[in-house]
Every structure is written in structure tokens, then in C-alpha cells.
């Protein structure tokens, strides 16, 4: 008697699950992140570089005070240099990550690379020229935790030009994401920073930002983004148990809900006003 061999009923196929599921969280992450950052890119030029033309230098000091004098050039251009290069990296930083760019438009990948790396190390140059010809509001613990953030912005961006070129692209993916975790510190600063004051009621703030908090925040503005960053690297491997990669679902959607909140607040009431006040030539 012949026997027909049984082909067992298609399976569907949930072994890579959590993997995508990581994906699609590190992507709405992303995407929030960059309508934020792109609209305080836009802040940055209008309010601070658009300061320059209008000879009205001396609103920089309205949100971190210290940060313009008039007999200090050098710090001046170190700060001038930063900001603008800053604002051009924030823009750019998320559609270098954008798989569909990379893949269909490879060349546009690789000259937007090349100007996203050069513009994070200019900017992280620009911030270091800062600290040394200037010295932070801060004090000590401020030029430290900003001075080791413009030195890991240099490193993180040499990096990634460097497996780029050398054709490296696993260890290259790997440095551009921490990349993109830096480069948001800035725009990270400005809303951990307002909402702990409002939440907080200034707790732990001084006017000379050398309080608990201000110490705190030198570090925690670009220390967690690098936690998540790594997070998220070893958490995409399929290789990992599916409860690390559930997690770490699950901390990229938190991320986003409180990237997505602060954002509107931020967009509403501070960042969007601050840009349509500073093109009509409204300052405070």
C-alpha cells in the first residue's frame, strides 16, 4: 500500500515578529523625532542666526543667559558655527536612516551622508571652541558634560565616515545611529529642560545653572538617547530572546508618546511662535 506523503499546512511565520515589531517602533520614534527637530532647526535659524542681520545679538542670553558677549569673538563665531551646523544636522539626521533612501537613491545617501557627518563634527568643534575661549554658564560640571558631548559627537561622526568608506556598512549603520542619538541632544535639552521647570516648579534649578538639576541635565540631554540607541541595536538582531526585543518595543513607543507630546506643546506654544515672531522681526 502506497503511502502519500503528508506536507504539513503552511505556517505563518511569527518567529521574526518581535524584530519588525522593534523596527516599526524605531521608526515612529524616528518620525517624531524628526517633525520635532526639524521645526526647532527652523527655531534655531530664525531666532539665533536670524539675530545676526537684525543686530539683536543679545536675545541669545533670553534662553540660556551668558551665551552672547559682545567683547568675545571668537565664542561668538564658535557658538555662531555650532548653531547653524546643528540646525542643517537636525534636518538631515533622520533621512539618512530612512531605508527606502538608502535604497533607491543610494548616491543621494551617500552626498547627504558626507555633508550630515561633516556637519555634526563642525558642530561638535563649534561647541568645544565655545567651552575654551568661553567657559559655560555652567561652571565646571556644565563645560564637562557639554564639552564630553561635543567629543562624542566628533567621534561618533568620524566613525561613520570611516566604516562608510570602508565599506563596512554593518559597523557603519551602527555609528550612524548613535550619531542620530546625539545629534538630538540639543533639541532634547530645550524640552527636558522646560518641562521639568513647569512640571517642577524650578526644583533643583539655579539662576547660575549650577543647582542638582542643572548638574544632572549636563549629562541626562544626550546619556539616555546613547542607553536607547544601544538598545535598540542589540535588540534588532534576530538573534535575541523575544523578550528583549518586546521591550525594547516597548520603551521606543514610550519614547514616542513623550516625543509626540512635548512636541506639540513645544511646537504650540514656544518654538512655533518664536519663528513666526523672529521672520516678522518681533523680539522680545
Known amino acids: 500500500m502506497a503511502f502519500k506523503r503528508q506536507i504539513p499546512a503552511a505556517q505563518p511565520r511569527t518567529d521574526h515578529l518581535p524584530a519588525r515589531v522593534v523596527s516599526i517602533s524605531a521608526t515612529a520614534l524616528v518620525a517624531a523625532s524628526w517633525v520635532s527637530a ?26 540660556l543667559p551668558g551665551l552672547y558677549e559682545k567683547r568675545n569673538l571668537a565664542a561668538l563665531l564658535a557658538m555662531a558655527t555650532h548653531m547653524a551646523m546643528g540646525a542643517v544636522m537636525l534636518l538631515l539626521g533622520p533621512v539618512q536612516l530612512i531605508a527606502a533612501v538608502r535604497r533607491r537613491l543610494p548616491a ?83 524640552m527636558d529642560f522646560g518641562f521639568w521647570l513647569i512640571a517642577m516648579n524650578r526644583l ?3 539662576e547660575d545653572f549650577r543647582g542638582p538639576f542643572d548638574i544632572v541635565m549636563s549629562f541626562f540631554f544626550y546619556v539616555p538617547n546613547l542607553l ?17 526585543q518586546w521591550s525594547a518595543s516597548a520603551l521606543l513607543m514610550l519614547a514616542t508618546l513623550v516625543v509626540a507630546v512635548g512636541s506639540y506643546y513645544f511646537l504650540r506654544y514656544y518654538w512655533g511662535p518664536g519663528i513666526l515672531d523672529a521672520l516678522a522681526g518681533k523680539r522680545a
Open 38 to 63: 526639524a521645526v526647532f532647526g527652523l527655531y534655531i535659524l530664525a531666532f539665533y542666526l536670524g539675530a545676526i542681520p537684525a543686530g539683536q545679538l543679545d536675545t541669545w542670553n533670553d534662553g
Open 108 to 190: 543621494l545617501h551617500r552626498w547627504l551622508g558626507r555633508l550630515y557627518v561633516s556637519t555634526a563634527a563642525i558642530a561638535g568643534v563649534g561647541g568645544l571652541g565655545f567651552i575654551l575661549s568661553k567657559g559655560t554658564i555652567g561652571g565646571f560640571w556644565m563645560n564637562l558634560g557639554f564639552g564630553l558631548y561635543g567629543a562624542l559627537m566628533i567621534l561618533a561622526a568620524t566613525q561613520t565616515y570611516r566604516y562608510a568608506r570602508a565599506l563596512r556598512f554593518d559597523l557603519h549603520r551602527i555609528w550612524a545611529v548613535r550619531l542620530f542619538a546625539l545629534a538630538i541632544g540639543s533639541w532634547l535639552y530645550r
Open 204 to 206: 533643583g534649578h539655579r
Open 228 to 244: 536607547v540607541a544601544e538598545w535598540f541595536l542589540r535588540a534588532r538582531r534576530k538573534s535575541r530572546h523575544p523578550v528583549w
